[in-house]
Nanobody, 117 residues
Framework: QVQLVESGGGLVQPGGSLRLSCTASGSSLSIYAVGWYRKAPGNQRELVAVIPFVGTTIYADSVKGRFTVARDNAENMVSLQMNSLKSEDTAVYYC???????????WGKGTLVTVSS
């Protein structure tokens, strides 16, 4: 079982950058597929990006070219670098990890990102 904690959210102006972190405990995150999702007020939760155990990282069209996901296995962490932020990026961002053996989904509690001038 893995526990996930997101951090790095906050208030940023349009055009600015933030880096979110998803730090794991209880298991090595390196063997999990890890996804970042977000939920804006009044909207359903949506996929932002997924970095698989092996293969190509997938990004939502709305964030391609602006957001980058990366693993740091030494820190047991996956980051989400967000550049050129827009007001529509405002949301609570959640980290998700999928157990490679059983397919169990694990979620963090989320971190709020607010893009506003």
């Amino acid at each position: 079982q893995v526990q996930l904690v997101e951090s790095g959210g906050g208030l940023v102006q349009p055009g600015g950058s933030l880096r979110l972190s998803c730090t794991a405990s209880g298991s090595s995150l390196s063997i999990y597929a890890v996804g970042w999702y977000r939920k804006a007020p009044g909207n359903q939760r949506e996929l932002v990006a997924v970095i698989p155990f092996v293969g190509t990282t997938i990004y939502a069209d709305s964030v391609k070219g602006r957001f980058t996901v990366a693993r740091d296995n030494a820190e047991n962490m996956v980051s989400l670098q967000m550049n050129s932020l827009k007001s529509e990026d405002t949301a609570v961002y959640y980290c998700n990890a999928v157990d490679p053996q059983w397919g169990t989904n694990y979620w963090g509690k989320g971190t709020l990102v607010t893009v506003s001038s």
